[in-house]
């Protein structure tokens, strides 16, 4: 038999960089300032490139300067294609790489920040039109500013004269810190039957603190992703919307902090047997201003009504448990009785149990005559109720 060596088993090494973060364009574009313009060129000078040495800077005029290509763009279905009108010469054993797309987009820099993407700091982002009418592919870019190397990012695929979000550094200027919590508040009560049913407010609410540890005013779109079923209340109106996410903008003075609270509710119906409400949960509903005065003493007549009642049935219980007793100790005397002759000492002890035997008759029947008593009670305590009842109808 051959020898098999044991092969060592390789596992995936962990990774030691986060995955790129993303965002999605706002279902509005707004009007954007323009980063740089080709005829006099700005102080803080952007740009996207393929790839850049980083021994040197790199200029978006060197880029802008690279002999464009007449290309096209077709959709096809799902899909698309580039059709390059341009001939291209690639000598034998060689390689080239020509633009597709050269052009200048408006654009400006924001910093966002999504938690649940990247937690504690928020994402310099370039915002820009794809207005150059072709269809962008999702790949790496590098991004410069002022010809020095910025950081890298991610393009989206954008189709022609869509939005692009291009997030390439973390903001470590910036630090957010994120609180939530929620409640209950009754907004409204009323009284159908037997029953009371509270509207309630249910509410949940996030705070984020935005710290700005540098020398420069910032703001920070914040992106809260939206709850189904919940409305915003008490709370500034979002700059932009996605179809996850609400984006809320945070002006944050330098050296200084700031607090968004995003609150948001939806309504609620809960219902409740009156009879099971408390004396304190009424006077809480009065002090509220959810009951008037005189619906309040209404209902508390109710409660003492039904109040009585239940008093009236635990004593109902209670006299059949003491009738069951009753019945048991009957039937213990009449069995030593059989057993007893009439005369001389067993005669009389017979005659003792006679006697208890008819005592226990008559607190049976004070038993009957106080049972039926309180079920007339409980019928005329029940159409007070009803009465009652009908009043607050």
Do not use: C
């Amino acid at each position: 038999t051959p020898h098999t060596p044991e092969r060592p088993v390789v596992g995936e090494e962990d990774r030691v960089a986060a995955g790129p973060v993303e965002f999605r364009a706002p279902a509005g574009v707004r009007a954007m300032k323009a980063m740089r313009a080709p005829e006099a060129p700005a102080a803080a000078e952007m740009a996207f490139a393929a790839a850049a040495p980083m021994g040197r800077a790199v200029s978006a005029d060197a880029l802008a300067q690279a002999t464009p290509l007449a290309v096209s763009s077709q959709d096809l279905g799902e899909l698309f294609e580039y059709v390059i009108q341009t001939p291209i010469s690639v000598g034998r054993g060689q390689s080239a790489m020509a633009p597709v797309v050269s052009a200048w987009l408006a654009a400006r820099k924001e910093l966002l920040y999504n938690g649940s993407k990247l937690a504690r700091h928020p994402v310099a982002t370039l915002r820009m039109s794809n207005n150059t009418g072709l269809t962008l592919e999702r790949g790496p870019a590098v991004v410069l500013d002022n010809g020095a190397y910025a950081g890298e990012a991610v393009l989206p695929f954008t189709a022609a004269g869509g939005e692009l979000a291009v997030p390439y550094a973390v903001e470590l200027g910036a630090r957010v810190s994120e609180e939530s919590g929620a409640r209950r508040e009754v907004a409204a009560l009323r009284i159908t039957g037997h029953y009371a049913s509270y509207d309630e407010w249910d509410i949940r609410w996030r705070d984020y603190r935005v710290n700005n540890s540098t020398g420069q005013p910032m703001t920070v779109l914040v992106e809260h992703r939206r709850t189904a079923l919940y409305d915003l209340f008490d709370t500034a109106d979002p700059v932009e919307q996605t179809p996850d996410f609400l984006r809320f903008a945070v002006e944050t003075p330098a050296h200084g902090e700031t607090t968004l609270r995003v609150s948001e509710r939806r309504l609620v119906v809960r219902r409740e047997e009156i009879r099971r409400l408390s004396s304190a949960a009424l006077q809480g509903n009065l002090k509220s201003g959810l009951l008037d005065a005189k619906t309040y003493n209404r209902l508390a007549s109710l409660l003492d009504l039904w109040s009585q009642i239940a008093g009236h049935e635990k004593r109902l219980a209670e006299i059949e448990k003491e009738r069951g007793k009753v019945y048991t100790a009957q039937e213990q005397v009449r069995s030593n009785m059989q057993a007893l002759s009439t005369e001389g000492k067993e005669g009389a002890l017979r005659a003792g149990y006679v006697d208890k035997l008819a005592a226990s008759e008559e607190q049976l029947a004070s038993l009957a005559t106080e049972e039926k008593q309180r079920q007339a009670d409980i019928e005329r305590l029940n159409r007070e109720v009803d009465a009652g009842l009908a009043g607050l109808m």
